[in-house]
């Protein structure tokens, strides 16, 4: 996203990432696009990076208690560019950026706990399992975070009149939104994009997310759809016959042997997905897997053969599939544990899919989460403190300056704000578009449709501006 005239850039990268539920991986939250088929011109530039300085600040352990614990301090990293910003003392405005886990400067900088913002000197793991550690990592703990953070920079640089843009993709994008709506003294105004706000609490089907990457691959290929939907129960057959799993670790030329069916098919599952959240222009890796399914050979294999054709197609420069060697990432285990608190989004597999029904049970969740980490979700907590159910209805009157951004072609826009609520809280969607592909870096292959989508966006948050100098002219005099 273009926005050069919004002068000095505050980053705050946040991140997350995917988690096992039930039955199947919970689908990633996040910008990051590595392994789908990733344009190399979206990568931010070195000229770009090279404009962040690196500072860190002293921040609060716990906002919202006052016991002597609550006053421990901890290092917070945060950058900032101030290559355009108008100076001190000149109400220039300062765009502060919330979004998932993206590379800055060779670096990855991150919300409390994630990176190298970890309280009392501790490694990520240690407090990972200090469960009275662990209890400050929270959203709620995180907004007050870049509050503070953001008060501060305004005071070091004499920017007290100058106005603050939040800006957010997946769930930087929620917090963009909620930071909005919570802090809207600090914050002028919002932009989330693809922020999935309402999957929670049941507000929207569980198979809502499901149900639009299957309607992805059936727009990209009837043929393609009917050739995955009909090839679970295939393994599911081979791979009941005696040495089951190591025939299918043999056809789909696995990096390790396949422990079960159901590991392949939790593979699948997730390369799916993510091909249809992240299927970004001119790429498409939705077309591509299925152009590898459509053109194979049904001789070699049968529809087993074509669906690995596929996974080809999707990984050229592999040499094996499905289970190469891994560690769990720090972002995997800190969302893990976000997920345990209360971010539950019920995403769940029903019977209107392309894919076998893996529903979403809440109670199987809990007792995954006590064994875990002793302690029960909290499903409703973000609709308590949030908000989201009747969210026309509340935020017609209660919210401002804030657009939602989306791609349809995003499995999370089924979770998002789709239409105008008010003349300030708007939607600006693509038929065509992604995940946070609107803020991600754009390139001369970008179509016109993606053009127009930055240009709105960039529009509504200028008018917002204007209509803040005025405000602040009005009250001077």
């Not at 057959?237 to 670790?249: D, F, K, M, T, Y």
């Not at 989201?388 to 089924?414: A, K, M, T, V, Y």
Request: with cysteine; charged share 20%; proline share 5%.
């Amino acid at each position: 996203m273009t926005l050069s005239w919004l002068s000095l850039i505050v980053s705050f990268i946040l991140s997350t990432a995917s988690v096992s539920g039930q039955k199947l991986d919970t689908p990633t939250l996040s910008l990051r696009r590595e392994d789908v088929l990733r344009d190399p011109e979206h990568a931010v530039s070195a000229s770009i990076t090279n404009d962040f300085e690196t500072f860190f600040f002293n921040q609060t352990l716990d906002h919202f208690n006052y016991r002597p614990e609550s006053y421990t301090i901890f290092q917070q990293r945060y950058l900032i560019n101030s290559k355009y910003w108008g100076g001190t003392n000149s109400s220039a405005p300062i765009l502060v950026y919330l979004g998932a886990e993206s590379p800055i400067d060779g670096a990855l900088t991150r919300h409390r706990y994630y990176g190298e913002s970890i309280p009392l000197g501790m490694s990520f793991e240690e407090a990972l399992t200090d469960a009275n550690i662990r209890g400050y990592f929270s959203s709620a703990q995180a907004l007050a975070d870049y509050a503070t953070i953001i008060m501060h920079v305004k005071e070091e640089r004499n920017a007290s009149k100058s106005p603050v843009i939040v800006v957010g993709g997946s769930y930087g994008g929620m917090l963009a939104s909620w930071f909005r709506l919570k802090y809207p003294h600090v914050a002028l105004g919002a932009l989330a994009s693809s922020a999935p706000v309402l999957y929670f609490d049941d507000i929207i089907p569980q198979d809502a997310y499901f149900s639009v990457v299957t309607k992805d691959f059936k727009n990209a290929s009837e043929t393609c759809y009917q050739t995955i939907a009909d090839s679970w129960s295939e393994i599911d057959r081979v791979a009941q016959e005696p040495n089951g799993s190591s025939i299918l670790s043999n056809m789909f030329k696995t990096c390790q042997p396949l422990d079960s069916g159901d590991e392949l098919k939790n593979y699948l599952i997730y390369l799916y997905a993510r091909a249809a959240q992240y299927n970004d222009p001119p790429r498409y890796p939705v077309t591509v897997i299925c152009n590898g399914i459509d053109e194979a050979s049904a001789t070699e294999d049968g529809i087993l053969g074509k669906i690995f054709a596929g996974v080809v197609a999707s990984n050229r420069s592999s040499t094996c599939y499905v289970n190469p060697p891994a560690n769990l990432s720090q972002t995997a285990l800190g969302w893990i544990w976000q997920r345990c608190s209360e971010m539950v989004m019920p995403i769940g597999i029903t019977n209107n899919s392309m894919f076998q029904p893996g529903p979403f049970i809440l109670s199987d969740f809990i007792d995954e989460c006590n064994a875990s980490f002793g302690v029960a979700p909290r499903p409703h907590w973000v609709t308590t403190y949030y908000g989201g159910h009747d969210i026309e209805l509340i935020l017609r009157r209660f919210g401002s300056n804030i657009i939602f951004s989306n791609g349809l072609q995003d499995p999370w826009s089924s979770a998002g704000v789709l239409k105008n609520i008010s003349e300030s809280v708007v939607a600006v969607y693509t038929e065509k578009g992604s995940h946070c592909l609107d803020i991600i870096t754009g390139n001369q292959t970008d179509p016109d449709w993606l053009i127009m989508q930055r240009k709105t966006e960039v529009e509504i948050i200028k008018g917002w501006i204007a209509q803040y100098y005025s405000d602040l002219l009005a009250f001077k005099q």
